[in-house]
């Protein structure tokens, strides 16, 4: 008998800063397309979300077929594998999404109109491959991030206060 591999996730890495300074709305899953020593890379260490964000660009087909647009991430930092030598990856480069074309054009229309960004919020395995979680996010200004953090501090106040009318 033949065991299958596990079909849980496995958290690689997460975006804590996408939470921090954006208002997220709409989540999506996405594939990645990965070269080489990439891969094993991911599963040795962490790769940096921090400063990483979706662009979608117009790739043109030929003169019959229209224009057709694709999801690149940008600015994701994976480092060199260390066993890679001359056929390590490069660690900022482009990566291709993998979407549909009906997602990629809602992203393109919410970017376009709607003034969003889009932003990766966590990295995972899942049954053996990579996907990256993204989401339609709005910037959040100075006076947002301050009534967030009263918030939390408000809450924390809170469960410390129940905790010690429990004892």
């Known amino acids: ?11 690689i890495a997460s975006n804590p ?8 709305d709409e989540f999506v899953e996405a594939g990645i397309v990965l070269q ?3 891969i094993k890379s991911l ?10 964000f979706v662009e979608v660009t117009h790739k043109k087909r030929g003169e019959k077929n229209a224009p057709t647009l694709e999801a690149w991430l940008v600015n994701l930092h994976i480092g060199p594998y260390s066993h890679g030598n ?6 900022r480069r482009r990566r291709k999404l993998l979407l549909h074309s009906h997602q990629i054009r809602k992203l393109f229309g919410a970017t376009t109109q709607d003034g969003k960004t889009i932003v990766p919020t966590r990295m995972y395995f899942l049954k053996g491959r990579v996907k990256v979680e993204i989401a339609l996010a709005k910037g959040k200004k100075k006076g947002d ?3 967030d953090q009263k918030k939390r501090s408000q809450n924390r106040e809170i ?5 010690r009318s429990r004892r």
């Not at 469960?159 to 905790?163: F, G, I, L, S, V």
Request: avoid cysteine.
């Open 1 to 11: 008998m033949s065991e299958s591999k596990g079909g849980g996730e496995k958290l």
């Open 145 to 147: 991030k301050r009534e």
């Open 17 to 24: 800063s996408a939470r921090a300074d954006f208002f997220l």
């Open 86 to 91: 001359i056929w390590n990856h490069e660690p």
């Open 36 to 38: 080489g020593t990439e």
């Open 159 to 163: 469960e410390q206060a129940m905790k």
């Open 43 to 52: 599963r040795n260490q962490s790769p940096n979300l921090k400063d990483s």
